[in-house]
């Protein structure tokens, strides 16, 4: 990861030095509609979320999980376009100082243009992309892109991935990194597995200072579990489902609950190594 510390970074850093870990929060652009969605952002940021994770709709997702899937149709029948996204981005950054990261299949950014879309992405105010379905080593335009306007770029690893591909995300990654909980597709679940304590540990192990854990966390628990051991949570499934039943008011309750889990109200693991 490169030497100077990026916004993104320093929110990380800092929500491990005063709490448990940070929270990073999963919302897609358009869901139910463009303006709640612009609010719902808002409102978990105020409610103790301290990364914005905005996820842009696309036709054939290969990790999101039904609730996404659905709340994805929702938005692209609704009209969604690839610009609404740097609107969205400017509309929250007036209002709140979180981090924002896009989630996005590369598929959109390169009907966009990626130098195009990494300008105007800087330009609206976001910090960076998470890239599911771009492995580094097929990333040279994307690395190029980022570096030439200051953007975080988050690769993946998972469970299965060899050492030498860890290696690879790593070095290649910024901002952190997007640590698979499990082999399979987004959604809250009762237990985050195993594997995603030891994927971390094997990331830490080889030099990844920034390792944050999505797919599965849903409960303030869970966060708190996950962050025994890796410096973020991402929680998405759980998030949307509020606001698809509640709105606004119940995506900022849940936000809020999920933030509890941050708090440092015992030692953890982290503290006593």
């Not at 510390?5 to 929110?11: F, N």
């Not at 290649?172 to 994927?199: C, E, H, K, N």
């Amino acid at each position: 990861m490169p030497s100077a510390t990026s916004a993104l970074e320093q929110v990380i850093d800092t929500a491990n030095r005063d709490r448990r870990g940070a929270l990073v929060a999963y919302l897609p652009v358009g869901f139910p509609d463009f303006d709640t969605s612009v609010a719902a952002a808002i409102a978990v940021v105020k409610a103790g979320v301290d990364v914005i994770e905005l996820g842009m709709p696309y036709s054939d997702p290969v990790m999101d999980g039904p609730v996404i899937q659905a709340a994805a149709v929702q938005a692209l029948e609704g009209g969604f376009r690839t610009e609404h996204v740097f609107e969205a981005i400017r509309q929250i950054r007036a209002e709140v100082d979180a981090p924002i990261v896009v989630m996005t299949y590369w598929n959109l950014v390169m009907q966009y243009g990626v130098d195009a879309f990494a300008r105007d992405l800087a330009a609206a105010g976001g910090n960076g992309l998470i890239t599911p379905d771009l492995v580094p080593d097929e990333g040279g335009e994307w690395i190029a892109a980022s570096h030439a306007h200051e953007l975080d770029r988050v690769f993946l690893a998972a469970p299965s991935s060899s050492d030498a591909r860890l290696d690879l995300v790593i070095d290649s990654s910024s901002g952190f990194v997007y640590t698979v909980s499990t082999m399979g597709i987004t959604g809250a679940r009762a237990d985050v597995d195993q594997a995603a304590r030891s994927l971390a540990d094997r990331l830490h192990a080889h030099g990844c200072t920034r390792a944050c854990v999505g797919l599965g966390i849903s409960t303030a628990e869970q966060v708190r579990e996950v962050l025994e051991y890796a410096e973020g949570a991402i929680v998405g499934s759980a998030l949307v489902k509020a606001l698809a039943s509640g709105g606004v008011p119940a995506v900022a309750e849940v936000a809020a609950q999920l933030a509890t889990g941050t708090a440092l109200d015992a030692p953890s693991s982290k503290e006593q190594a």
